[in-house]
């Protein structure tokens, strides 16, 4: 995986350098990730496969959460915290397996 946004990107994906993309299927679950839907937003990974992750993301500046899939040039690397979103991920990393 590339090296962590240290704060919002600023490029739109369709002005990113296509080497600095990561391919969809590096991200893991639990992962923190920025995602672009009307602007840059705060995530997290909740599956990823060769073509696509899902992403569970804030869409607004509230506690509400959306579900999407997005393409790789429209997902990066988040190192900046969001507390209701990187608590959600201690729980999805911590879950009991099934019996």
Do not use: C, K
């Amino acid at each position: 995986m590339p090296n962590l946004m240290a704060s919002t990107p600023t490029v739109t994906p369709p002005y990113r350098d296509p080497a600095e993309v990561a391919p969809a299927e590096s991200y893991r679950p639990a992962d923190p990730v920025w995602v672009y839907r009307d602007g840059w937003r705060a995530g997290i990974i909740e599956a990823a496969s060769p073509r696509a992750v899902t992403v569970t993301y804030r869409p607004e500046n509230h506690r509400g959460t959306g579900v999407d899939t997005f393409t790789a040039p429209y997902v990066t690397s988040r190192a900046d915290a969001d507390p209701a979103l990187d608590q959600r991920a201690l729980r999805l990393v911590r879950r009991s397996p099934l019996r």
